[in-house]
């Protein structure tokens, strides 16, 4: 089973700038997706980025141009610039990984127990 470790998150100003990391540690085999979800009280979990394992990322709209995604496949690490972050990106981030632990075995989805990000004046 992999277990994902999350790191980074807190407090930070209109316009200031976080990182958020992230590890798949245990049996794995290969891990097809890295990223991020977020989720604020009363709004439905939202994609945030994604890196996929042939080098492709995917952003939410609301994040395009201030965030970027970096994969470290050796390591099976990802971690999530923040930059310009808006009193909006406030949110419990979640780190979601797919990935098999051997080369016969189904993806299987992990999700990390979240991380806060609060943006604050």
């Known amino acids: 089973q992999v277990q994902v470790v999350e790191s980074g998150g807190g407090l930070v100003q209109p316009g200031g700038s976080l990182g958020l990391s992230c590890a798949a540690v245990?049996?794995?085999?290969?891990?097809?997706?890295m990223g991020w979800y977020r989720q604020a009280p009363g709004v439905e979990r939202e994609l945030v980025a994604i890196?996929?394992?042939?080098?492709?990322?995917n952003y939410g709209d609301s994040v395009k141009g201030r965030f970027t995604i970096s994969r470290d496949s050796a390591k099976n690490t990802v971690h999530l610039q923040m930059n310009k972050l808006k009193l909006e990106d406030t949110a419990v981030y979640y780190c979601?990984?797919?990935?098999?632990?051997?080369?016969?075995?189904?993806?299987?989805?992990?999700w990390g127990q979240g991380t806060q990000v609060t943006v604050s004046s």
């Open positions: 890196a996929s394992s042939d080098g492709s990322t």
């Open positions: 245990g049996n794995v085999f290969h891990v097809l997706i």
């Open positions: 979601k990984i797919v990935s098999k632990t051997t080369s016969t075995t189904a993806f299987y989805t992990s």
